[in-house]
């Protein structure tokens, strides 16, 4: 069973930066695909960003590409998603999601294991 534990959000204002990570329990994690996604207050989950077993192939959303960088280190088996040019509309709790499948997807359906998720906000 992976365990999710996601860290580093907080305040910040806007054009700021913060980088989250994401710590897996067991290093069956370095096989598996990973993601972030967000859910904003009122709205649904959202994906971000993921990248693949490798961290060879990544992927962002439109919003966030170009401000936010995925990345993964499988020695010690974290993901972090530093995000820089910060907005207020990037505000929301960010959650890790790992899918038991090297290539990533795009759909929260599709992911195995979330984590509790971090709360981000972006002052004006």
């Known amino acids: 069973q992976v365990q999710l534990v996601e860290s580093g959000g907080g305040l910040v204002q806007a054009g700021g930066s913060l980088r989250l990570s994401c710590q897996a329990s067991?290093?069956?994690?370095?096989?598996?695909?990973m993601a972030w996604f967000r859910r904003a207050p009122g709205k649904e989950r959202e994906f971000v960003s993921a990248i693949n077993w490798s961290g060879g192939n990544r992927y962002y959303a439109d919003s966030v590409k170009g401000r936010f960088t995925i990345s993964r280190d499988r020695a010690k088996s974290t993901m972090s998603l530093q995000m820089n040019s910060l907005k207020p509309e990037d505000t929301a709790v960010y959650y890790c999601a790992a899918r038991a499948r090297g290539d990533y997807a795009l759909g929260k359906y599709e992911q195995d294991y979330w984590g509790q998720g971090t709360q981000v906000t972006v002052s004006s």
């Open positions: 067991t290093r069956t994690f370095n096989s598996y695909a």
